[in-house]
């Protein structure tokens, strides 16, 4: 298979970038129980040992479900808001594994910790590390698809005023890659498609910003997807993390 480069970070005149948005999800953080909905203190409420005896696709299952619930609510403000369609979300997964015995208080407790438990991510090490020096030289933005208890996630770990634009698609009521949740990043920071580059692991994502005019990175944490994506992605850097990014445009 032929190694084929992107010419994205050639083309790319530094000296004209003023601002970067970045992606929330497997570029600045991730779960810190490996799953987005298995919460912080899920096995203080779910039993554990039936939990994982429990058929791994009839698990995926509920998951699924349950998803497609939360696929539908397009337009959540609030935290409050948040967690009425996150209790709905938990009422119908558990109720697709009746071995738990999930009770109404529960399935509570398990959804305040989803929503109100700030620590439930885990900040990758070179982002807690760059996001200060990138904020001095940039104008910073998250644009993720989220839910509002992220912005708290932020605040928690201290980096939330180092992003002078904050675009949670559930506050937008739309997703990546749809054209808004770029453009109100780039108005609130007050600069130009060209003036900004954009971060994100997935390439649907990148195309998105890429058709503003944004110039795009595609952030493969993964090594196996970092090797497939070096060789396959034709339009984009492909990088590792966000020093790459550092390197790139210093």
Known sequence: MKLIKS???????????????????????????????????????????????IDE???????????????????ILTEEEEYGHFLEYYKIFFSKLSELKMDEEKIEDVTRDLVFNYNKYKFYDDAMETIQELSENYKLAV?????????????QAGLRDYFLSFIISSQKGITK???????????????????????????????????LGI??????????????????????????????IVKIIS
Request: include cysteine; charged fraction near 25%.
């Open 57 to 75: 696709s009839k698990i995926s299952d509920a998951f699924y479900i349950a998803g497609n619930y939360m696929s539908e609510q397009n337009l």
């Open 215 to 244: 110039k795009s990175f595609l952030l493969c944490r993964d090594l196996k997807s970092y090797n497939y994506n070096k060789i396959t992605c034709e339009k984009y850097t492909v990088v590792r993390s966000l020093k790459d």
């Open 177 to 211: 890659p749809n054209e808004l949740m770029y453009k109100s990043a780039l108005d609130e920071l007050k600069v130009s498609s060209e003036e900004a580059i954009f971060i994100d692991d997935s390439i649907k994502n990148c195309d998105g910003a890429n058709e």
């Open 143 to 155: 644009v993720s698809d989220a839910w509002p208890s992220l912005e708290n996630v932020f605040r």
């Open 7 to 53: 010419r994205n970070a050639e083309l790319l005149d530094s000296k004209k970038i003023r601002a970067i948005l970045i992606d929330s999800g497997r570029v600045l953080s991730g779960p810190i129980t490996g799953h987005w909905f298995i919460t912080p203190s899920f096995f203080n409420y779910v039993d554990k040992e039936i939990f994982y005896s």
